[in-house]
């Protein structure tokens, strides 16, 4: 696995995050993002942990495309995001990134199943594909006997399920989990994390966005964010090179 | 890294392009905030449905009306024609039509039935103890006895004059006549001229002769006997062929008064039942203009609605974008909402316009007109409300920023 340097504008084939510089100021003097350098490649799961203000949120809102940098340029799955336009930008969320929410965002009054394929609405495949897809990944999740369970029939960390089978339906390049444990109790919480290194194990890369050192120092790859730099990139396993930044 | 994941990163590697939704999916999500809040849906549709519901129901009403009439005016025919003096050259100067008139209009080629009536100096009351002056504005007319067959009139109790009673002091009245008179049935006397008449009919009403309905009719021979009546009839009826009605028309004056045809005034009866048609057809503007107010409050009704459906539902438009909707989508998703919302108001609108025009029809024994005009104008105006008033609350919603889906709600 990569150390997590920075690379160049044109990236590794392998490589699903590519920032160099990137930089994001909103109005007022501080600079939520300086100069933040990151590559994610194929397969990883990392942690990006920071204490609130740290940069950290913003920094996901860039590697989802939800934000553009100020400065510096951000590629995702191969894809130079300061060239893209709105349509072009939300096809590559509908492709390539999943998401998946501290408050899970479920529509009330819908089926597990319905909520899944609502993951690949704007994915351009037809209703029943979207729903037999919904059903297989919700077995992935392990959810299978509840496809037709609606949300407030489900507990916290079935939801939490629920809202990972969104946002792996589509099969995307990067799931991007914002404090997935947030709002779970410990039980529930260290199921949901068993699932995403499982999911990893089977593939898929992903970025799990927390404020909590516990979780994110049980993950093979952590970087530290604070005050909008990127103040540690380690990997867990290989040589404990953390220290004095945090 | 198995094979699955390495097709999802090699698809990365593609071109992007935003998917279309299908027409099945915006409507899907259009309504999906519709489901979720039926009462809300109920209130604000309400306001655009009493909006339709007045201005159908406007519409359908004095369609009704006027379609009545219509049928009316068909049952009584266009092709009556009445000779009557017009206003003579010299003021004051009393015009007669002649004597012979009515035998010449009958000649004319197409003129099937003629008959006449003849205005007397003499009034008609109940008995000889009411004051003369208090008339009631019933005319004393004498009348040749084709007059009923050529108004295709009815007698409504009793019978019309014929050779023999048309001889003696006997009278039939028009329907408002005998209203007036305070008379119900034939039998009675009442005081005409300087004798007692007997009542031998009473008319049922001629919406084509009003004049007839407000008269007392004395028999011709009658007239002359009773009543001092030279013979010079005032009104001349005919009725013709409805081909012919037009060449009668033309030859009409000249054959009533071959003299003096400019003192001669040609109407037809028809013509004043078919501008009140068109009157009854004319519907209140002033109504309409309610009906558009309401629809208009129905409309910003909508707009708020809306605006607020946007606002609560910051996040799932921050997770549909997140998803991979494009502003577009999101724009489409919520004038679909509005549509919807205004569509449903403007249904339940033409359908309560509707029922309010049968009901109406129903109790006044109308025929049930519904223009469809109406109904289809009336559904578009709710669409164009609803794609106006969804617009701008779609337009915030699209550009919300994406990143609010993961701030937490």
């Not at chain 1, 860039?62 to 939300?90: F, K, M, N, Q, Y």
């Not at chain 2, 999101?330 to 205004?342: A, D, G, H, K």
Request: aromatic residues 4%; proline residues 4%.
């Amino acid at each position: 696995m990569s150390t997590g340097t920075a690379v160049g504008p044109a990236p590794h084939p392998r490589t699903v995050v590519a920032l160099t510089g990137v930089t994001k100021e909103y109005p007022g003097p501080v600079a939520a993002l300086r100069g933040v350098d990151l590559t994610v490649e194929e397969g990883e799961l990392l942690g990006i942990v920071g204490p609130s203000g740290s940069g950290k949120s913003t920094l996901l809102h860039i590697i989802g495309t939800l934000d553009r940098p100020t400065a510096g340029s951000v590629h995702i799955a191969g894809h130079e995001v300061a060239a893209l336009s709105d349509r072009r930008l939300s096809a590559l969320r509908a492709q390539h990134v999943g998401f998946v929410f501290q408050a899970f965002h479920l529509v009330p009054g819908v089926s597990a199943r319905d909520n899944v394929a609502e993951g690949l609405l704007y994915s351009g495949l037809s209703r029943s594909v979207r729903r037999r897809r919904a059903a297989d990944a919700l077995a992935r999740v392990g959810l299978a006997d509840r496809l037709d369970h609606k949300p407030h029939q489900l507990s916290g960390g079935q939801k939490q399920r629920v809202a990972i089978a969104r946002a792996v339906v589509g099969e995307p390049a990067l799931l991007l989990a914002d404090e997935p444990t947030g709002a779970l109790d410990s039980a529930s919480g260290a199921a949901v994390m068993e699932l995403l290194r499982d999911l990893n194990r089977e593939g898929a890369t992903i970025a799990v966005i927390t404020h909590d050192t516990e979780i994110a120092a049980q993950l093979p790859r952590e970087v530290r964010i604070r005050d909008g730099q990127v103040v540690a990139d380690v990997t867990h396993g290989t040589a404990a090179t953390t220290g004095a930044a945090l | 890294m198995n094979g699955e994941r390495g097709r999802g990163g090699g698809r990365g590697r593609g071109k992007l392009k935003a998917a279309r939704l299908s027409p099945r999916d915006v409507a899907h999500v259009g309504s999906s905030g519709l489901r979720s809040r039926p009462m809300r849906v109920v209130l604000s549709a309400l306001g655009i449905a009493i909006g339709i519901a007045t201005m159908i129901s406007v519409v359908g009403i004095s369609a009704s009306s006027q379609a009545q009439l219509l049928r009316e005016l068909d049952k009584l025919g266009t092709n009556l024609l009445v000779a009557s003096p017009g206003e003579s050259m010299f003021a004051g100067e009393e015009v007669k039509l002649p004597e012979e008139s009515v035998g010449m209009v009958g000649r004319i080629k197409g003129v099937q039935d003629v008959g006449a009536t003849a205005d007397l100096n003499a009034t008609v009351r109940r008995t000889d103890k009411v004051d003369e002056d208090d008339t009631g504005g019933i005319a004393v007319k004498a009348t040749t006895a084709d007059l009923l067959r050529v108004l295709r009139g009815e007698v409504g109790s009793g019978s019309w004059l014929n050779a023999a009673t048309g001889r003696y002091p006997s009278v039939v009245l028009g329907h408002v006549a005998a209203e007036r008179l305070g008379i119900t049935e034939p039998g009675r006397q009442v005081w005409l001229g300087d004798r007692y008449f007997t009542v031998v009919g009473i008319l049922a009403p001629l919406p084509l002769a009003p004049e007839i309905e407000r008269s007392a009719l004395v028999g011709w021979e009658g007239a002359k006997r009773l009543l001092d009546f030279d013979g010079h009839p005032t009104s001349v009826y005919e009725r013709s062929a409805d081909a012919a009605v037009e060449d009668v028309r033309t030859v009409m004056a000249a054959t009533v008064d071959p003299q003096n045809p400019q003192n001669v005034k040609v109407t037809d009866p028809s013509s004043a039942l078919r501008a009140k048609a068109a009157t009854e057809g004319a519907f209140s503007s002033l109504l309409l203009g309610l009906g558009g107010i309401a629809l208009l409050v129905g409309g910003v009704g909508v707009a708020n609605t809306m605006i607020i459906s946007v606002l609560e539902r910051r996040y799932e438009i921050g997770l549909r974008r997140s998803l991979g909707a494009t502003r577009g989508q999101i724009r489409i998703q919520f004038v679909t909402e509005s549509l919807m919302l205004s569509g449903l108001g403007g249904l339940a609108g033409v359908a309560l316009g509707a029922a309010a025009t049968g009901v109406y029809a129903q109790s006044g024994g109308l025929p049930w007109v519904v223009p469809l005009w109406a109904v289809g104008g009336g559904f578009g105006a709710t669409l164009v409300i609803g794609t106006v008033a969804g617009l701008y609350p779609a337009v915030r919603a699209s550009r919300l920023s994406p990143t609010l889906a993961l701030h937490a709600a």
